[in-house]
Each structure stands twice: as C-alpha cells, then as structure tokens.
C-alpha cells in the first residue's frame, strides 16, 4: 500500500478568518499587518483548575525532580560493572503500573 503525500495546504485552509477582538483576520490575503493591541477594559480570569496548575507548575518548577546523588551512584556501578537489575521489582512496578490505566 502507498500512499502520496502532496506538498501545500488546501486552498480552503488558507483562507480562513479568525476572529481578533473586534476585528477579523482573514489568513492568506495579503501581507502580513499588526494587530491592534488589546483594549485597555479587556481583562482575562482563570479558572480554579488553571490557578492550580500553575501553582503546581511552579512548585515543580523551583523542585529538583532527579535525585542527583542516586543517578552518580548508579552511573558509577554501571562503569564499574557492580550494577544489578531486580527483575523482580521491575515486572511489579509495571503490573501495577498497568493495574493503575485500568487495563
């Protein structure tokens, strides 16, 4: 099976328009132009779940997330030849891993 990707948008996508504020843009017309900026009244408000995104964001963020200390341990017993896999301990983690998507 073959399949030919032509190179190009469709004519219809390039003409499309969105809508800025007041105005309307319309896309593929003509040279590219500014935007007015924003209205000095338009204001924007985030939802709870957006707060609290961000504030995770933040926290994970100002957080080292790699235990720095564990990954030099272990690239030390890799060159040195000492490392060993618990198998074990891997096929568990991925059974309730898996038993966590609910699969």
């Known amino acids: 099976m073959s399949q030919k990707i032509e190179g190009g948008l469709p004519a219809a996508s390039l003409a499309s328009t969105v809508?800025?504020?007041?105005?309307s843009a319309t896309a593929g017309t003509g040279p590219a132009k500014p935007v007015d900026a924003v209205a000095a009244g338009d204001?924007?408000?985030?939802?709870?779940?957006?707060?609290?995104?961000?504030?995770?964001?933040r926290e994970f963020s100002a957080t080292q997330p790699v235990d720095?200390?564990?990954?030099?341990?272990?690239?030390?017993?890799?060159?040195?030849?000492t490392y060993k896999v618990d198998a074990k301990a891997i096929a568990g983690a991925m059974i309730d891993f898996e038993k966590g998507l609910g699969a």
């Open 19 to 23: 809508a800025v504020g007041a105005r």
């Open 43 to 57: 204001s924007l408000r985030l939802t709870g779940e957006a707060t609290t995104l961000q504030a995770v964001s």
């Open 68 to 81: 720095q200390s564990k990954v030099q341990s272990i690239r030390e017993a890799l060159a040195a030849g």
